[in-house]
């Protein structure tokens, strides 16, 4: 974790002056990479986590699709932010499914809690 912190520190400290804030989520954006990528390495032969970095792939497709979306609409305030929220959460969970990251057993558990809770109807 102190890895990840001082990359965080140090790429703040050099992107922020040439890029604004922009600088500092990249920094931050970079840090968690690297922390996931360290606590991956170590996980991995104390558990079994064979699947998670085709998984992990599949999720950062979609999040860059959603992101895309919300670069696209290009909201500006509080309010036009939360209005482009909801096509871009579609497009996140579209990409998702499109991608194959949902396997069938959640497919069915998603199908039975949506009928349960009544989603998609009147």
């Known amino acids: ?50 699947n998670q970095l085709g998984f992990s792939l599949k999720a950062l497709v979609a999040s860059a699709a959603m992101a895309g979306v919300l670069w696209w609409i290009h909201p500006t305030g509080m309010t036009r932010l939360l209005l482009a929220l909801a096509p871009a959460v579609f497009v996140y969970f579209a990409s998702l499914f499109a991608l194959g990251a949902v396997s069938p057993e959640e497919r069915v558990a998603l199908s039975r809690l949506a009928s349960r809770k009544g989603v998609g109807s009147a």
Do not use: E, Q
């Open 1 to 50: 974790m102190t890895v990840a912190a001082l990359l965080n520190i140090a790429l703040t400290f050099l992107l922020v002056p040439v890029i604004g804030i922009l600088g500092a989520a990249w920094a931050t954006a970079a840090a968690y990479f690297t922390l996931y990528v360290v606590l991956l390495a170590l996980a991995r032969p104390l558990m079994r986590l064979d």
